[in-house]
């Protein structure tokens, strides 16, 4: 493992030195590359290879908001990452990439020696909390650029600073919580609310239909093509916590 992370840090280093926009790039032989932009702007790229959580991507974005380093966080491809064309439900530390990277994760491999760095996009089903899941064409390096994203996640909120390596597509904009930002309800039961498909404006009624709704669709005695176990789960408890915050208004754990 520590040869693929050595030669796609290499490979890595390489394409950024070509970049038309890149003063300057920085390593010491560690999994983050630090890049520096004629224009003044900073950049931090991390190669992560060990398990991650809302917690760790918490710390490394604030840590380098602290330095005004803009960040790019990049996966290993066979630690983390869903088949291509598999239907999966993202966690919530794949939710808080999506927003942060624009509907996509970026990933690397190394194949007998030759490294990619490419993305894994998500794109969400009608009607469902699950996403198919897209391995496309290693990404051009040379074309990084910077931005500012506002996140609105139940458990991931702010203004951050991202490095990227295409524009975000627009219609990824949807998770960016506008709608559940207006809503007077508690913000950790958005998460629940999105789960279900719905608007946290939604009332019982309209819960209970969103409920039956997915339960047929994927209640292990009524799926045959797959286990759905693990998304039926998600499905009872995100309805048990909605229906537990309407009736007495206390905040979901």
Same mark, same amino acid.
């Given at each position: 493992?520590?040869?693929?992370?050595?030669?796609?840090?290499?490979?890595?280093?390489?394409?950024?030195?070509?970049?038309?926009?890149?003063?300057?790039?920085?390593?010491?032989?560690?999994?983050?590359?630090?890049?520096?932009?004629?224009?003044?702007?900073? !950049?931090?790229?991390?190669?992560?290879?060990?398990?991650?959580?809302?917690?760790?991507?918490?710390?490394?974005?604030?840590?380098?908001?602290?330095?005004?380093?803009?960040?790019?966080?990049?996966?290993?491809?066979?630690?983390?990452?869903?088949?291509?064309?598999?239907?999966?439900?993202?966690?919530?530390?794949?939710?808080?990439?999506?927003?942060?990277?624009?509907?996509?994760?970026?990933?690397?491999?190394?194949?007998?020696?030759?490294?990619?760095?490419?993305?894994?996009?998500?794109?969400?089903?009608?009607?469902?909390?699950?996403?198919?899941?897209?391995?496309?064409?290693?990404?051009?390096?040379?074309?990084?650029?910077?931005?500012?994203?506002?996140?609105?996640?139940?458990?991931?909120?702010?203004?951050?600073? !991202?490095?990227?390596?295409?524009?975000?597509?627009?219609?990824?904009?949807?998770?960016?919580?506008?709608?559940?930002?207006?809503?007077?309800?508690?913000?950790?039961?958005?998460?629940?609310?999105?789960?279900?498909?719905?608007?946290?404006?939604?009332?019982?009624?309209?819960?209970?239909?969103?409920?039956?709704?997915?339960?047929?669709?994927?209640?292990?005695?009524?799926?045959?093509?797959?286990?759905?176990?693990?998304?039926?789960?998600?499905?009872?408890?995100?309805?048990?916590?909605?229906?537990?915050?309407?009736?007495?208004?206390?905040?979901?754990?």
């Amino acid at each position: 493992m520590r040869f693929d992370v050595h030669t796609v840090r290499v490979h890595l280093v390489n394409e950024l030195l070509d970049a038309p926009q890149v003063k300057e790039v920085w390593h010491d032989g560690s999994d983050v590359v630090i890049l520096d932009f004629f224009s003044g702007e900073t !950049v931090s790229i991390h190669l992560i290879e060990r398990f991650m959580s809302v917690e760790e991507i918490t710390y490394i974005f604030s840590e380098n908001e602290r330095q005004n380093l803009y960040t790019v966080l990049i996966l290993w491809m066979d630690m983390f990452m869903p088949h291509d064309g598999q239907v999966y439900v993202p966690n919530d530390w794949m939710m808080t990439l999506l927003s942060l990277f624009g509907g996509r994760i970026y990933a690397y491999d190394a194949w007998r020696g030759e490294p990619f760095i490419f993305n894994v996009e998500f794109t969400r089903l009608p009607n469902s909390f699950s996403y198919v899941i897209k391995h496309g064409e290693p990404i051009n390096i040379a074309y990084i650029q910077v931005d500012s994203v506002d996140i609105h996640l139940p458990y991931f909120r702010g203004v951050w600073r !991202v490095g990227r390596f295409e524009a975000i597509p627009t219609s990824w904009q949807a998770h960016r919580w506008a709608e559940a930002e207006t809503a007077p309800i508690a913000k950790s039961v958005r998460y629940y609310y999105h789960l279900l498909g719905i608007p946290p404006t939604d009332d019982t009624q309209a819960i209970k239909r969103a409920y039956r709704d997915l339960a047929r669709q994927f209640h292990p005695d009524l799926n045959l093509e797959r286990d759905t176990t693990d998304e039926m789960q998600r499905i009872n408890d995100a309805y048990e916590r909605v229906l537990r915050y309407l009736e007495d208004g206390s905040k979901p754990n």
